[in-house]
T-cell receptor
Framework: AQSVTQLDSHVSVSEGTPVLLRCNYS??????LFWYVQHPNKGLQLLLK??????LVKGINGFEAEFKKSETSFHLTKPSAHMSDAAEYFC????????????FGSGTRLSIRP | EAQVTQNPRYLITVTGKKLTVTCSQN?????MSWYRQDPGLGLRQIYY???????DKGDVPEGYKVSRKEKRNFPLILESPSPNQTSLYFC????????????????FGQGTRLTVV
């Protein structure tokens, strides 16, 4: 059975400092992994995705994530936080082609201090 | 513009009064699904549909119904809403999996905030 764990429910960083949002997954097979962002009162937007190609994945707005099979992790990073990055972030895992097998993490709220 | 459109965006209703939340996508996607989002729980899948006239239960289907009579539309029906269905609801659509059989992306609507009093 697959699952995804976001290790922090809330992360707070200062503007201009690095961002690290942690995600660990459990999957029976080689998974597809995604990060979505949700700004206040908005829908979900895809930040980046890993689907068995390069393990270091670059996304929009300067975010990137690295798939580490040995650690079953897919942490999201950004070198320098911007005020506009304040949002909720969801790690998502899918390990097959069924529409019923897309699992969301519980989310990490990112706050940016001026 | 490729998009998933939900209506209404906000809805306050009373217990037991039937309601429908509509969802429409213009990307010709086969797969559509409904999620509810509650604080600390992420998104949980309510129902999904693999194609027209093909629907199945997700993780939290109790109290909900869906239909898929046309490819573009996937309405969510609450026959007798209760306060525990107060939540933020998202509709999503996805293309067929890629050649490797993996999901590549889901496109989400803007959400419907439902309050049942």
């Amino acid at each position: 059975a697959q699952s995804v764990t976001q290790l922090d429910s809330h992360v707070s960083v200062s503007e201009g400092t690095p961002v690290l949002l942690r995600c660990n997954y459990s999957s029976s097979y080689s998974p597809s992994l995604f990060w979505y962002v949700q700004h206040p009162n908005k829908g979900l937007q895809l930040l980046l995705k890993y689907t068995s190609a390069a393990t270091l994945v670059k996304g929009i707005n300067g975010f990137e994530a690295e798939f580490k099979k040995s650690e079953t992790s897919f942490h999201l990073t950004k070198p320098s936080a911007h005020m506009s990055d304040a949002a909720e972030y969801f790690c998502v895992v899918s390990d097959d082609s069924s529409a019923s097998k897309i699992i969301f993490g519980s989310g990490t709220r990112l706050s940016i201090r001026p | 513009e490729a998009q998933v459109t939900q209506n209404p965006r906000y809805l306050i209703t009373v217990t037991g009064k039937k309601l429908t939340v509509t969802c429409s996508q213009n990307m010709n996607h086969e797969y559509m699904s409904w999620y509810r989002q509650d604080p600390g729980l992420g998104l949980r899948q309510i129902y999904y549909s693999m194609n027209v006239e093909v629907t199945d239960k997700g993780d939290v289907p109790e109290g909900y119904k869906v239909s898929r009579k046309e490819k573009r539309n996937f309405p969510l029906i609450l026959e007798s809403p209760s306060p525990n269905q107060t939540s933020l609801y998202f509709c999503a659509s996805s293309p067929r999996p890629n050649r490797g059989g993996r999901w590549t992306e889901a496109f989400f609507g803007q959400g419907t905030r439902l309050t049942v009093v």
